[in-house]
């Protein structure tokens, strides 16, 4: 997606040997209008899929996650890192490791959400070691629900996360391939779409 692109060579800021920074537009202060056209671009690519449900865990995949769903006009349900005392029943949990925060979280989502008969899309801000990712389809599997594909919208391909979940048959569709970080540049590889 050009446009995603230029915003990151514009805007992002790479941060030691593996981080990128986009918080002016993606995971901070958020650009609506960027990521209204991310929407429509992942809702174009999987409107023949039959998606009931866009699944995406907090908090920056909400932003995308959500204009997709409006886009393919299905509902969002996002991963909640915390449980509150009102999700009492039926709680779906998976375990996650984040890299970034070097931090493991239980993430849950509300049984009555989910069910078997759903086709799901899931769509995240980042793909690095794909242990989110991994963790929405471990919920998602508890239901029997079928996953359609994973939306990234950045994608750090030098690292392992793609192949982790091509690996467990879930392919992987991302809008920015960064094929590595170069003197503090970002260098792009193919995208899928």
Request: aromatic share 4%; hydrophobic share 50%; no cysteine.
């Given at each position: 997606m050009k446009l995603l692109k230029e915003r990151i060579l514009k805007d992002g800021h790479v941060i030691g040997e593996g981080i990128l920074k986009v918080d002016s537009f993606l995971t901070h202060q958020v650009d609506y209008e960027l990521m209204q056209e991310i929407g429509k671009c992942f809702a174009k690519h999987y409107e023949t899929y039959g998606i009931t449900k866009v699944v995406t865990i907090e908090a920056s995949g909400i932003v995308p996650a959500i204009y997709t769903a409006q886009a393919l006009n299905v509902p969002m349900i996002f991963a909640k890192k915390a449980k509150n005392i009102t999700m009492n029943e039926g709680v779906l949990t998976a375990e996650v490791f984040s890299f970034t925060k070097q931090v493991k979280s239980t993430v849950s989502i509300a049984s009555k959400?989910?069910?078997?008969?759903?086709?799901?899309?899931?769509?995240?801000?980042?793909?690095?070691?794909?242990?989110?990712?991994?963790?929405?389809?471990?919920?998602?599997?508890?239901?029997?629900?079928?996953?359609?594909?994973?939306?990234?919208?950045?994608?750090?391909?030098?690292?392992?996360?793609?192949?982790?979940?091509?690996?467990?048959?879930?392919?992987?569709?991302?809008?920015?391939?960064?094929?590595a970080f170069e003197n503090g540049k970002v260098i792009f590889g193919e995208a899928d779409i």
């Open positions: 959400f989910l069910n078997a008969d759903d086709v799901v899309l899931v769509v995240d801000d980042f793909l690095a070691h794909g242990q989110a990712a991994k963790g929405l389809l471990d919920i998602i599997g508890q239901t029997g629900a079928k996953v359609a594909g994973v939306g990234i919208v950045i994608e750090k391909s030098f690292q392992d996360g793609r192949s982790l979940l091509e690996n467990l048959g879930v392919p992987v569709t991302s809008l920015a391939r960064i094929k």
